[in-house]
């Protein structure tokens, strides 16, 4: 187990220290930041118990949501994870 | 002296500052690992070896989840963990930009810290505006969150199940923190699509696709998509 979760971590840095770079490798990574985050919200948002769930009473959906507002409003970290677990947990009990 | 130094490049008040989200999400997060950990039979001891070496918060939830089962084999447990954690090559070849000129001992250290959520601190601080990420401030976060998780899994085998945790709230934490390193990032408006995209896609994707490989095919093909959009865009 060690092993297997060791060596995709690793391996990565040691090879392209040796190979050069390509200008379209390089254009590519810029695109691979966001296309990651897409992928684990939408997963940690949309995937419940390994179903989908679209409705409007998936609490993460709500909550996520005024995260990205504060999130793009603040530029703030702190303010957007405080604001999504508060709301998380209002929404999850008292609606 | 030099010792000093070096310590102080790893740890300091910036690195703490990017860290404490990441906290925030093990503690309660490695506890209830290692009370489910307990529960498989795991002792302190081994917990704490396991979160050193495996360092891998899905995949150990994983394999505890496979261990208490008791129908699955060693190898099963040990090709699905390799699965689960092949998206860290996706994270670690990202990074490698920033980490040229570095030793093999240093990548050898900073690649064991090397998570979903360190991935994501790391990327945004190194491609932020005001550009004072370094190498050893990554290392220093990898090596705290890395610690915190240690701490917090071994706690939990140790305590058992005392605290009541609300699971649903406490991986929340993390969630809220990828949505908010995510549109830090919004950069232009193709960059908002392709994200959108690359989620819509993990979704498609994870219906066919187990343990976690949706999210590595679906980077995949959105950042391609997103590199042919944009040169048709400047030819045009």
Known sequence: MCLVSYLPRVMPPFILAKIKISPF??????????????????SEIFIKEGRLDFSLSNVNLLASLLVLLVAVKTHSLAKSIVVGLASFWLLQNFI | ??????????????????????????????????????????????????????FAGSGQFIALAMMGGGTASITSIVMTTFIVNL??????????????????????????????????????????????????????????????????????????????IDMAVVSYTLTAMFIGLWSFHFGHKLLIIIGIFSGVLALLLSSVLDHKLHIVVATLLAATAGCLVESWCVKK
């Open chain 1, 25 to 42: 490798v390089e254009r590519w990574l810029q695109y691979v930041p966001t296309s990651v985050f897409g992928a684990l919200v939408f």
């Open chain 2, 87 to 164: 998206r860290h090559l996706l994270y670690s070849s990202t990074l490698a930009t920033y980490l040229m000129e570095k030793s093999k001992k240093y990548l050898g250290v900073f690649a064991q810290g090397i998570t979903d959520e360190t991935f994501a601190v790391n990327l945004n601080k190194f491609t932020a505006a005001e550009a004072d990420w370094d190498a050893d401030k990554a290392l220093g976060v990898n090596v705290l969150a890395h610690a915190c998780w240690i701490f917090s899994n071994v706690l939990g085998n140790i305590t058992g199940n005392i605290l009541v």
């Open chain 2, 1 to 54: 002296m030099k010792k000093v130094f070096i310590i102080s490049r790893i740890f300091n008040r910036a690195v703490m500052k990017a860290v404490w989200p990441i906290w925030l999400g093990y503690l309660p997060l490695g506890f209830a690992g290692g009370v489910l950990a307990q529960k498989v039979g795991l002792t302190p001891w081994e917990t704490g070896v396991m979160s050193l070496l495996v």
